[in-house]
């Protein structure tokens, strides 16, 4: 599948069908994430595969009720937990290198689950990342050691439905030129102009 289409074609999905996720198409998502860029090729990601009915029930219940995705963790045939090793992104020789400190992995594992999320599109397959949890309880559960945390999850299946785009903003209200509030386009996505000096 063509980059552009796959990056326009993908949405999050939270209904699947009944459908196996088989080891073969984990191993190609596991391989996307694994050719993520990351702060200076450190790639702190840790990947857990949750297919223990159990275990999935557990994690959706550190998510709210109001979690649109919360019955997806448990219907999914995979719950793909993304962690981060911490102390490894964004330092240097041991210490944190930018005023960002300590937050640099949760960057890295974003990278990496977008990757997914994309191969999972290519290969047919559905997913949603997701954020809103405890994630510290959903660590107990998964046995993390101290300086592993969980970062999202990802229920992962053959999609039921895939619905519309979410309206995005359009570039004239986030994309600026040199400097902050100078418009670099205006208009909508139809009728788009770039703004002359
Ligand atoms: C960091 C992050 C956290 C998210 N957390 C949740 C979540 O907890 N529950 C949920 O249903 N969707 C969650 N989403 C999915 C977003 O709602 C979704 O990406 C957005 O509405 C745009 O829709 P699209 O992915 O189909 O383009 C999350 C997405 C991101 C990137």
């Known amino acids: 599948m063509e980059t552009l289409q796959c990056i326009a074609e993908r949405r999050s999905i939270r209904r699947f069908t009944d459908a196996e996720v088989s080891n073969e198409q984990l191993k190609q998502l596991m391989e996307a994430a694994r050719l993520a860029p990351s702060w200076a090729n450190t790639q702190c990601w840790e990947f857990i595969v949750v297919r223990d009915p159990a275990i ?3 994690l959706a219940a550190t998510m709210p009720e109001g979690n649109p995705a919360r019955k997806a963790a448990i219907n999914a045939p995979v719950l793909l937990v993304a962690c981060g090793r911490l102390e490894k992104s964004g330092f240097y020789k041991g210490q944190p290198a930018t005023s960002k400190g ?3 992995y949760l960057y890295d594992v974003g990278l990496a689950t977008q990757n997914i999320s994309l191969a999972a599109h290519a290969l047919g397959l559905g997913s949603v990342i997701l954020g809103l949890f405890d994630a510290d ?3 107990e559960i998964l046995d993390l050691p101290e300086k592993v945390k969980v970062v999202t999850m990802m229920p992962i299946g053959v999609p039921a439905k895939t619905g519309k785009m979410p309206p995005r903003k359009p ?3 986030f ?12 208009g909508d996505e139809k009728n788009l102009c770039f703004v002359e000096e």
């Open 175 to 186: 994309v600026f030129k040199d400097r902050y509030e100078k418009a670099w386009v205006s």
């Open 171 to 173: 570039l004239c209200e």
């Open 137 to 139: 309880r959903a660590g």
């Open 102 to 104: 300590d937050n640099w």
């Open 56 to 58: 999935k029930e557990k």
